[in-house]
């Protein structure tokens, strides 16, 4: 079964419109919906925001399901200079920007764990890279209206892997992200989950793979339209790749 996971609510909705032989059960103060996409056993689940909402929800999900692989998705702000908005992340590796057990541990180490860096599985990664370019190329035009591409100014979106940087802040100043990316040079992107879904993932050992689309450039411009990005352009990229990703192509 293929959990998909999302930290925006209007994604999971949108999701749940395509879903078929829909049913519903609340767990852990989260609604699962059940059903089939493309014929392919999906659950689904909007995980709230932040990294400790995350795990919860996804140890309740993996505890309550039989999950083969999941997929989490969502929005990020970006931070590797070349990235605008509407472009997509498909995460290579995984840090907790603000976890700091020093000295006991390494800077960003998860104690106990030995790891700084949670690596997604690689082939749901490829896929979700194919699944995201396919969309792109042949779905956006016709997914999004021309109106709000040319609103956000999204012209030629680029898919790209790197390092994702999950934290319990919201980035909305160049100080801020001018020091993260002294830290951590290679992040592509920052949010507020993903990493902590990975460590879940990893101790369950549940296959996942995470990918953002870009709505904002972590500073101060970056709550500017927010819910519009997400209602009008985020939540149909998900749920189109999604479908791309479902079924291979």
Not at 16 to 40: I, K, N, P, Y
Not at 123 to 147: K, N, Q, S, W, Y
Not at 226 to 243: E, K, M, T, V
Request: proline content about 4%.
């Amino acid at each position: 079964m293929l959990a998909i996971v999302s930290a925006m609510q209007e994604e999971i909705a949108l999701v749940h419109q395509r879903l078929s032989g829909v049913t519903s059960r609340a767990a852990g103060g989260r609604e699962f919906l059940t059903g089939r996409l493309h014929d392919v056993p999906v659950v689904a689940v909007f995980s709230h925001w932040g990294k400790v909402a995350a795990a919860a929800t996804i140890a309740q999900l993996l505890s309550s399901w039989p999950v083969t692989e999941l997929v989490f998705c969502g929005v990020a702000g970006g931070v590797r200079p070349d990235l605008r908005i509407g472009d997509v992340v498909v995460a290579d590796a995984l840090i907790q920007h603000d976890m700091d057990a020093s000295p006991l541990f390494a800077r960003y180490e998860v104690p106990l764990t030995g790891q700084a860096r949670f690596a997604p599985d690689a082939g749901i990664g490829a896929r979700l890279v194919d699944a995201a370019r396919d969309f792109i190329h042949e779905d956006l035009a016709t997914a999004v209206a021309a109106a709000e591409l040319d609103g956000f100014g999204i012209t030629r979106p680029q898919v790209v892997s790197g390092l994702i940087a999950s934290g319990d802040k919201f980035f909305s100043t160049g100080k801020d992200l001018a020091e993260l990316r002294g830290r951590l040079p290679d992040t592509t992107c920052v949010e507020m989950e993903g990493a902590a879904a990975a460590q879940v993932c990893a101790a369950f050992g549940v296959p996942y793979g995470v990918v953002r689309v870009i709505s904002d450039g972590a500073d101060e411009q970056a709550a500017h339209d927010f819910p519009r990005f997400i209602h009008n352009i985020a939540r149909h990229y998900s749920a189109g790749l999604l479908a791309r990703f479902v079924r291979g192509g």
